[in-house]
């Protein structure tokens, strides 16, 4: 199938193939324990990096001051 035809598109980029496809080798039996703990180590770290930006808000003035177009009604935003 061709990426540019697949509906997950996105999902199916060169940049992510081994957080995709890991987990199916280890269960077919060809990826290596030095490979799983590196994929544990580089998932772990994105999942420290999602929560940190989930957590990231400021108030409007911030975003203005960065170039952002926001509403000055002072709720912060992620």
Request: some cysteine.
């Amino acid at each position: 199938m061709f990426t540019s035809r697949s509906e997950f598109r996105l999902t199916m980029r060169a940049d992510n193939a081994d957080l995709r496809l890991t987990t199916k080798g280890r269960a077919a039996g060809v990826v290596s324990d030095e490979r799983w703990a590196a994929l544990c180590a580089t998932k772990g770290e994105l999942e420290r990096g999602l929560a940190l930006l989930e957590d990231f808000t400021l108030p409007p003035e911030h975003w203005c001051k960065a170039g952002f177009e926001v509403k000055k009604d002072g709720m912060r935003r992620s």
